[in-house]
Each structure stands twice: as structure tokens, then as C-alpha cells.
């Protein structure tokens, strides 16, 4: 785990301005992508329960899903370069994501990682699942598939 791969990954998580306004931050383990909704109260949809947004905790998802395409993408360019010139491929593109919420987000931080199912020259498919306390019991679960650059993103 290179300072390049280090630094290249904390580009591409900062191209995405949408990552920085709803406070998600990611960790990475080669090309294992975890995402981290950190917990803020203006998250909060109900507060009679107090339960997340289901708006947030979808992007969430679908946030979390792009950028573990896109990092996929780059280890691919970043090995067959030898390195990171600075760049990136253009992100994907969603092309539909069906949201399952299973039960009500609690008011504290969740986690979420992306399975890329397939990822084919065009399309990738791809399942994401969001816990809070404990992984093996996901709070919202989601299925998308993403129209990849011309380059095979």
C-alpha cells in the first residue's frame, strides 16, 4: 500500500463534493472500499424515533458503490502504468439503484461496503449493504448497475 495508491485514493474520494456534504469518509484496504456515514443530527428524517434519512442513507449507498467502482478502476490503471499520473477515468454513471430498507437507521454512524458483482466493458452491477452495529445485520441494502467510461472505467 504505496503513499501513490495512499494519495490517489484521497483525490478520487475528494473529486466527489457530494462525499464532503453529507460527512462520508472511507477507509481502504487494497481494493476493499468501506464507507463510513458519520453521524450528525441533521441526518435525521424522523425525529419521533429518531431514525436516519432514508434520502441520506441512500446516497449513502450509492456513494459508497461509485467509489468503490471508480478505485477498482484505478488499481487497474495505477498497475498497468506502474503508478498514478494524477488522473482519473470518468466516474460511472448510475443507471438504476433499487434502495431495500430493512429497518430504521439508528442516530449513530454506519458503514457500508460495495460488492461489484459484475463489471462488465459497459455495465457493472453492483450490491451494497449498510450496517451500524453489527455487519452481519445490514440496516438498508441496495442493487444498482453503473454505466461505465468508454475506457472500461
Keep these: 500500500m504505496s503513499g501513490t495508491q495512499d494519495d490517489a485514493f484521497a483525490a478520487l474520494t475528494a473529486k466527489i463534493p457530494y462525499i464532503t456534504f453529507l460527512g462520508v469518509q472511507f477507509q481502504r484496504r487494497g481494493d476493499e472500499v468501506t464507507g463510513q456515514l458519520v453521524y450528525a443530527p441533521e441526518l435525521i428524517g424522523n425525529p419521533m424515533l429518531p431514525a436516519l434519512h432514508g434520502g441520506a442513507t441512500g446516497a449513502f ?12 478502476a484505478a488499481l487497474e490503471r495505477m498497475s498497468a502504468d506502474q503508478g498514478w499520473d494524477g488522473t482519473f477515468a470518468p466516474q460511472p454513471k448510475t443507471v438504476d439503484f433499487t434502495i431495500d430498507y430493512l429497518r430504521s437507521g439508528k442516530p449513530q454512524d454506519a458503514y457500508a461496503r460495495a460488492i461489484i458483482l459484475r463489471r462488465g466493458r459497459r455495465i457493472a452491477n453492483v ?6 452495529e453489527e455487519r452481519g445485520k445490514p ?3 441496495a442493487h444498482g448497475h453503473f454505466l461505465l467510461p468508454q475506457d472500461g472505467g
Design 61 to 72: 449507498l450509492e456513494i459508497t458503490a461509485l467509489t468503490s467502482l471508480a478505485w477498482v
Design 127 to 132: 450490491r451494497v449493504e449498510a450496517w451500524q
Design 139 to 141: 440496516f438498508v441494502a
